[in-house]
């Protein structure tokens, strides 16, 4: 036996019994040298590292995979993923994947009269009849939702500046509306140009739609439609809202209550 060593873990030639050979493993699907080990796994079988106990708690088998955990394992992808991604869990059995870090955004604000002078922090006004905590009240004169906007209206407009590249990936929200008409929110993005003084067009990333209740305390669920838009640090998101079509003899509150998904 002077040409093997006894330990896993004895990699040159010299220690223990001097071969640099791992006994644990010499057989057809191990090779070694001075400076590597390698153990092919034979078809349908697996490498596996056990507790004393005779628990697995991480096994390579013959695919690639390699399976981390003991009674409730994990199966981690084989490469190594983008900028910016995590970890995420695909589904109830183990299965793991690289994934776009995720950002929830609720679009809510209104303030159109701070005081001159005034340094304190304000926060959500309570919405009433005549105070929304999100006014859109602006016209666009355009039932196209990408009618340029100036420079002054994206950046009083905008709700929420996008930190990193990404798209949208979820929408859930509810709409509070007097009317039974098809209402609409729409999320635009802008991307806006340094020292560009003129007019932007708006790019839609995602809808929310429903038919109304009928009256302000029935509260109907939005559903989304997304588009393939690639968001860009920095880009601008605008929410607008209108009635899709149809006649209504005097006028009507839109009430939508969203929570955006971007990953």
Not at 199 to 218: D, L, R, W
């Amino acid at each position: 036996m002077s040409g093997y060593n006894q330990g896993f873990n004895k990699m040159g030639a010299g220690s223990g019994g001097g071969g640099g050979v791992d006994s644990n493993l010499s057989n057809t699907d191990l090779t070694a040298n001075t400076i590597s080990r390698v153990y092919k796994v034979a078809e349908g079988g697996a490498l596996k590292f056990q507790t004393k106990e005779g628990v697995t708690i991480l096994l390579v088998n013959d695919n690639g995979n390699v399976v981390i955990g003991g009674a409730s394992p994990y199966t981690p992808p084989k490469s190594r993923g983008l900028e910016g991604d995590i970890l995420q869990a695909t589904n109830g059995i183990g299965e793991v994947s690289w994934v776009k870090r995720t950002e929830e955004v609720k679009l809510q604000a209104y303030n159109t009269n701070i005081p001159a002078n005034n340094l304190n922090w304000f926060y959500a006004s309570p919405m009433t009849n005549s105070n929304y905590m999100s006014l859109l009240d602006v016209d666009l004169g355009s039932n196209d939702n990408t009618t340029p906007l100036t420079g002054e209206s994206v950046i009083r407009g905008g709700y929420y500046v996008v930190p990193r590249n990404c798209e949208a990936k979820n929408l859930v929200g509810w709409l509070s509306t007097e009317t039974t008409l098809n209402c609409e929110i729409s999320i635009m993005a802008f991307t806006p140009v340094n020292n560009d003084s003129g007019n932007q067009t708006g790019v839609e990333i995602v809808k929310g739609s429903s038919v109304g209740g009928g009256n302000n305390n029935s509260l109907m669920s939005l559903a989304g439609t997304y588009s393939a838009v690639e968001l860009q640090a920095g880009d601008i998101l605008i929410p607008m809202i209108r009635i899709v079509s149809g006649a209504f003899e005097t006028p009507q509150s839109l009430v939508f209550n969203i929570t955006l998904t971007l990953g």
